[in-house]
């Protein structure tokens, strides 16, 4: 792969593969870091330019890179995941009412399988749509319905609507 190509390759999936990591985590610093070291990785391997293995190498990668420092870090994201908001102009009651249905989304969220919750923050926070989603993540498009349906019934369920 040559550098022109590889350029071409960081530029057309960089924030692609950043956004995929990023919901997996929570963490856009990680998600980064992540994504940069894929890219390295795949330029490494000095592989032929071919768009779509090499995207879903990328994919790959990133994955076994995430799940690997999500085993080191699991104490540290625990930590981080409970750190509060800073306090608003709201009432006290209004506040703690937030927090408490705030809990429950993330206490909800956090309980989705992880192919659920990759599917549901994809479509909710991207705003992709079931066939971009079904693209990126090499699945089909009823596939990717019927995760966001048990997604939004669970929680649905679990917010006590």
Known sequence: MTQEEFKILFDKHFDSIRNY???RSGDEELATDIAQE???KVWEKNLPYEEKPNKSLLYKIA???F???YRRDKVAQKYLAKL???VDKNSPEEQM???ELKNK???ALS?????QRTVFLMSRNEGLKYQEIADRLELSVKAVEKRMTHALLYLRNALGK
């Open 21 to 23: 990591i990023y919901f």
């Open 97 to 99: 009412q937030y927090e």
């Open 105 to 107: 989304y993330e206490l």
């Open 67 to 69: 799940i690997s420092k």
């Open 63 to 65: 994955s076994d890179i």
């Open 84 to 86: 509060e908001p800073s």
């Open 38 to 40: 894929s890219f390295m």
């Open 111 to 115: 309980s989705l399988s992880e192919k």
